[in-house]
Structure formats: structure tokens, C-alpha cells
């Protein structure tokens, strides 16, 4: 059974830079995509960013674009998360995801807390 495990979360000051990682464990990794996700209390979780594992191809929020950098290491099953110039209101928690050809994200890590003080 394939299963994600976040990392690199923690607390930081406004301005600075957090890098979350993500390996997939288990047997042979097949998916189309990988993403993150974020959500904090009383809110419904939010897109952040994705990349696709063949061809690298990436997608952002609009929040985030330009700030935030999504990237694989396809022979490590592994996806990353640059984030730079942090605000206080990217606090949250934040889940890796894995997405099948149809682009449903059906297999999701317990996620990591980022918190980015003012």
C-alpha cells in the first residue's frame, strides 16, 4: 500500500522560506500527478499547487504564484515544496496528494502544520 508522508513544516517568520517534502512509500508508484493542498480551521481545504510526473508540468494558485515552488524527484517517488516570502495567512495545514489519470486526488498524506508569525 502506497502511503504519503509530509515533512518540513514548522514555524517561521514572516519573509522567510519553509521546503515540504513528500515521499511516496510502498510499492510501485503509479500516478498521473502529485499536489498540495492546504486548509486551515473552518475553512474547506484549498488548492495550492500540482505537477504532473511525466512531463513536469505545473499549475499554482494565484496566491501563491511566484512565491511557492513545486517540484519531483521521480526516481525518489518524492515531491517537493518550495516556500518563499512567507505570510502569515499561508499559515495552515498543508496535505500532499496524489492525483490518477482522471486527475482525482484519491490518496493524501496526515499533513503538516505551517505557521508563519507576524
Known amino acids: 500500500q502506497v502511503q504519503l508522508v509530509e515533512s518540513g513544516g514548522g514555524l517561521v517568520q514572516a519573509g522567510g522560506s519553509l521546503r515540504l517534502s513528500c515521499p511516496a512509500s510502498?510499492?510501485?508508484?503509479?500516478?498521473?500527478?502529485m499536489g498540495w493542498f492546504r486548509q486551515t480551521p473552518g475553512k474547506e481545504r484549498e488548492f495550492v499547487t500540482t505537477?504532473?510526473?511525466?512531463?513536469?508540468?505545473?499549475r499554482y494558485a494565484d496566491s501563491v504564484k511566484g512565491l511557492f515552488t513545486i517540484s519531483r524527484d521521480n526516481a525518489k517517488n518524492t515531491v517537493h515544496l518550495q516556500m518563499d516570502s512567507l505570510k502569515p495567512e499561508d499559515t495552515a495545514v498543508y496535505y500532499c496528494?496524489?492525483?490518477?489519470?482522471?486527475?482525482?486526488?484519491?490518496?493524501w498524506g496526515q499533513g503538516t502544520q505551517v505557521t508563519v508569525s507576524s
Open positions: 496528494a496524489a492525483a490518477d489519470n482522471y486527475g482525482r486526488y484519491d490518496l
Open positions: 510502498g510499492r510501485t508508484f503509479n500516478k498521473y500527478a
Open positions: 505537477i504532473t510526473w511525466n512531463y513536469g508540468v505545473t
